[in-house]
């Protein structure tokens, strides 16, 4: 940790910040070094997998919120009534959140193509 705030000319705390990410993402794991108390690390070398994990972690947690939101809206639709005109409105939308959903799934298929491909 010393050897990269002096490298990278940053604090120790924003150094101990960072290095905490990369360990939640396993791209960097501690080693311990026989006769020393200082952290050590080693950065993992498989680099296309950590790319691939984070932009999969962060396409399905995006997603997954929008289609959580998606489906509160659907309920308050639900829980109209349709007088009149505002059938055709309502048939609108639903037809909207259909084509969203169709395509979250179809993200969701690419992603997992994608995994495969790439690994």
Do not use: H
């Not at 080693?31 to 498989?46: A, I, L, M």
């Not at 994990?53 to 998606?70: P, Q, S």
């Not at 055709?88 to 994608?114: A, H, P, Q, S």
Request: some cysteine; aromatic content about 10%.
């Amino acid at each position: 940790l010393d050897d990269m705030c002096e490298t990278l000319k940053i604090s120790k705390g924003n150094a101990s910040m960072n290095i905490r990410y990369l360990e939640q993402w396993n791209a960097v794991k501690k080693s311990w070094q026989k006769g020393s108390r200082k952290d050590y690390y080693e950065v993992n070398p498989e680099i296309q997998k950590i790319i691939i994990n984070r932009l999969r972690e962060g396409v399905t947690r995006r997603l997954d919120n929008f289609i959580k939101n998606m489906e509160e809206m659907e309920k308050m639709l639900k829980s109209i009534n349709s007088p009149g005109g505002q059938k055709e409105t309502l048939n609108f939308y639903k037809m909207r959140f259909k084509k969203i959903k169709d395509m979250n799934n179809l993200i969701n298929k690419f992603i997992l193509v994608g995994e495969k491909f790439l690994t």
